[in-house]
């Protein structure tokens, strides 16, 4: 997956996401507004292909160059919604970002109560490739369940489980370590269906009290404290993922852990 100029065109909302000025459904919303041109016109419809010629205007101003891809690894905290806005009002996890950070999208999601690895992009096309399930990558999970772990069951879960009509694919769970009646359980999964580790285990009698995610494909949780925001480097990106990186400057160095916001409570496992 490589980061190439733009040779044969493409959608005007790409285009403004992919130089972080907002989101894909935001830039279509800036068109029907007639805020956007294109070579000297409004464009009345996001239904405009352009290319590297094309003269792009926002609100009169031209367009500069899009950003090179980056990513971010986030310790979410429990109790945030990864969500821009929540119409109940609940804390996000954009209050808690760093508001240095350009504007980014989630690469997968993590429900209220969970916490753990999020990873973060200001590239919305490479968010949506490296969802994909095709990709194989793996989410791998630390459970905390209550009740008395029937090992054979979760074997099972290997083959695949279907639970109120709705079929779950191959999933890889061992006992880490049973204390009376709590136990911590290690999963490992490739399709990420909405709260599935939490549904197939509650299908099982077992109720996830703490679920934390440890790593999404290559990339890992690691050491990095809650509430912590980490750039993963440049030279990762092309390692694992093939994206380019732009020339390396004199007195580069890998960028430091972004401090904890102030309500953040450093927790370990």
Same mark, same amino acid.
């Given at each position: 997956m490589t980061e190439a100029p733009v040779k044969e065109?493409?959608?005007?909302?790409?285009?403004?996401? /992919?130089?972080?000025?907002?989101?894909? /459904?935001? +830039?279509?919303? =800036?068109?029907? +507004?007639?805020? *956007?041109?294109? @070579?000297?016109? *409004?464009?009345?419809?996001p239904a405009c292909v352009v290319t590297e010629k094309s003269v792009i205007?926002?609100?009169?101003?031209?367009?500069? +160059?899009?950003e090179r891809a980056r990513m971010w690894r986030y310790h979410k905290p429990p109790s945030e919604m990864?969500?821009?806005?929540?119409?109940?009002?609940?804390r996000t996890i954009f209050d808690s970002?760093?508001?240095?950070?350009?504007?980014?999208?989630?690469?997968?999601?993590? @429900?209220?109560?969970?916490?753990?690895?999020?990873?973060?992009?200001?590239?919305?096309?490479?968010?949506?490739?490296?969802?994909?399930?095709?990709?194989? =990558?793996? /989410?791998r999970y630390r459970a905390r369940v209550h009740g008395n772990v029937?090992?054979?069951?979760?074997a099972d879960l290997a083959n695949g489980i279907t639970i109120e009509g709705v079929r779950y694919g191959s999933i890889q769970a061992s006992l880490?370590?049973?204390?009376r009646s709590?136990? =911590?359980? @290690?999963?490992?999964?490739?399709?990420?269906?909405?709260?599935?580790?939490?549904? *197939?285990?509650?299908?099982?009698?077992?109720? *996830?009290?703490?679920?934390?995610?440890?790593?999404?494909?290559?990339?890992?949780?690691?050491?990095?404290?809650?509430?912590?925001v980490d750039e993963v480097p440049p030279q990762a990106l092309e390692n694992l993922l093939g994206v380019k990186r732009p020339p390396r400057k004199e007195g580069w160095a890998k960028p430091k852990p972004r401090p904890a916001p102030p309500h953040a409570k450093r927790r370990r496992t």
């Open positions: 065109g493409e959608r005007i909302a790409k285009r403004l996401a /992919r130089a972080g000025l907002c989101s894909r /459904r935001d +830039a279509e919303r =800036w068109i029907e +507004a007639g805020r *956007v041109k294109v @070579d000297g016109k *409004v464009l009345e419809t205007e926002v609100d009169g101003k031209l367009l500069g +160059a899009p990864v969500t821009a806005r929540d119409p109940e009002g609940r970002l760093p508001k240095s950070l350009p504007r980014v999208v989630t690469i997968g999601r993590l @429900d209220y109560f969970s916490e753990g690895l999020l990873l973060l992009t200001n590239d919305g096309g490479l968010a949506r490739q490296l969802e994909l399930p095709a990709n194989g =990558w793996t /989410r029937d090992e054979a069951k979760l880490d370590r049973q204390q709590n136990a =911590w359980i @290690d999963i490992a999964l490739t399709e990420g269906k909405n709260r599935e580790v939490r549904r *197939v285990l509650a299908h099982l009698e077992l109720p *996830v009290v703490r679920l934390i995610r440890v790593a999404f494909g290559p990339f890992h949780l690691g050491e990095l404290e809650r509430g912590l």
